[in-house]
């Protein structure tokens, strides 16, 4: 079943709507000063737009919102230095509409984005027509000018548009969300939106020279396909390591599902680019990696001497280094490296402290430790409460863990708990006890 849209969301929205119609008024102002629209022409603009929306190149979000980038952000970017406002903005909803409407998305993502695109390509066009100059030639002087003043418009339109109803979505602060969006897609605006002012500049010298530019979008859209195959090959290789931690060792892999599930709880709660965040979800799914190599007795051993000891804590490194040719998951392989590190760089393999320290490994730090507290295990006798968990987790802050992270978690067990929705806890955790034991937070394995 579709999840609800929030109020906030659909507010929001409703705001864009207003905006977008806004934006239309203004731009009626400028109607006569420019040649009209050629039909052919329109038709033509409107099918390359369609077909570029529906083929998406790259997915980024934040939190668990995701937007799509595609190619016809160059070709939006064209149409607004090209044709007057409205008629530009009629180009770029219908178009937007009739992908959305083949791709089968929401009611509600349908009329955002066509709000999205009258504001962002009708502002744009509305700042060309107040900028430019009709004496001088598109990439000249002035007029130069004006298209540099453009591409900056419709950059900050898109982020500021899109970073609001991420930020109505998830409940972040704006600024917060904008500076996330930002980060995630000007290179993407980089590239296209250069892309666009070369094709406005093709158009005025003559329309048919636009076609000349096929080969270079198509060229572009399967070098960029081709990098998401490579990310998607990563993932490809990333699940069967989980399958043959699952099939090695079933109790570590339950673990390690469990500490993801925390992270994944931790990860929305701070916000996370949702890049970010997938990657930190993966090495949390494989942080004990290294494990599978070790003996069963060992792990099973109630007392440990010094040398076993060293060994086991060598499971970081061994995962490590199972990941180390994933060029693309790089970021991911430090997190599994480093996440037995502390707070207070007494921790191993590279005594990295504070901020040093990978916020993904802190993060991960956090919620295997728990786990670890909250579940049997063969070597001890019985396992640590929930409530002591958590007080071992506060004694720690600031030595063991990030003392920011441990507020972040108690508050996310303590709204499991309210709502008494028990998913991320082991089968037989217990919540509270009178009868405690004493467990060091220290010792994870």
């Not at 799509?68 to 008629?87: G, H, K, M, N, Y």
């Not at 790089?330 to 990978?358: A, F, S």
Request: hydrophobic residues 50%.
């Amino acid at each position: 079943m579709r999840e609800r849209l929030p109020w906030t969301g659909v507010l929001y929205i409703a705001l864009v709507v207003v905006a977008a119609v806004g934006t239309a008024v203004v731009g009626w102002s400028l109607r006569g000063t420019s040649a009209p629209i050629s039909v052919v022409w329109f038709v033509l603009v409107l099918v390359f737009i369609v077909l570029a929306d529906v083929y998406p190149i790259v997915v980024f979000g934040y939190g668990r919102e995701e937007t799509e980038v595609t190619l016809s952000l160059a070709l939006t970017f064209a149409v607004a230095c090209i044709w007057l406002p409205v008629p530009g903005m009629v180009l770029a909803v219908l178009g937007t509409i009739a992908s959305d409407l083949i791709g089968h998305k929401t009611l509600e993502k349908i009329v955002f984005n066509a709000g999205h695109y009258a504001i962002t390509v009708g502002g744009t066009s509305t700042v060309y027509g107040w900028l430019r100059s009709p004496d001088a030639g598109f990439l000249e002087g002035r007029n130069l000018l004006a298209i540099l003043m453009c591409a900056a418009f419709y950059f900050i339109a898109d982020s500021l548009v899109f970073s609001g109803l991420f930020s109505s979505l998830t409940h972040q602060r704006w600024p917060r969300v904008l500076g996330s969006f930002v980060r995630q897609s000007w290179l993407n605006s980089a590239a296209l939106i250069p892309l666009g002012m070369a094709l406005a500049a093709l158009f005025r010298v003559n329309p048919i020279a636009i076609l000349l530019m096929l080969p270079t979008f198509l060229l572009l859209y399967a070098a960029l396909k081709r990098g998401q195959a490579l990310r998607n090959q990563t993932q490809t290789i990333l699940e069967k390591l989980v399958d043959v931690l699952e099939s090695k060792s079933p109790e570590t892999a339950q673990h390690s599902k469990r500490v993801r599930a925390w992270v994944e709880d931790m990860c929305h709660e701070l916000g996370m680019e949702s890049g970010e965040a997938d990657m930190v979800l993966q090495a949390a799914v494989l942080h004990d990696l290294g494990k599978v190599g070790l003996d069963d007795s060992l792990l099973r051993k109630p007392g440990l001497s010094a040398e076993e000891f060293h060994q086991i804590m060598g499971h970081s490194a061994v995962s490590a280094g199972l990941l180390e040719g994933l060029t693309l998951f790089q970021g991911g392989r430090d997190i599994v490296l480093h996440h037995h590190e502390r707070y207070d760089g007494n921790g191993y393999p590279d005594h990295l402290g504070g901020e040093n320290i990978p916020l993904g490994a802190r993060i991960i730090a956090v919620a295997d430790s728990f786990d670890a507290m909250v579940s049997m295990r063969p070597y001890r006798a019985k396992s640590l409460t929930v409530t002591g968990a958590l007080k071992i987790l506060d004694d720690e802050r600031g030595a063991q863990f990030d003392p920011e992270l441990v507020v972040t978690f108690a508050k996310i067990v303590h709204a499991h708990l309210e709502i008494g929705d028990m998913t991320n806890f082991p089968s037989a955790v217990q919540v509270d006890s009178t009868d405690e034991v004493s467990i060091a937070a220290g010792v994870q394995v």
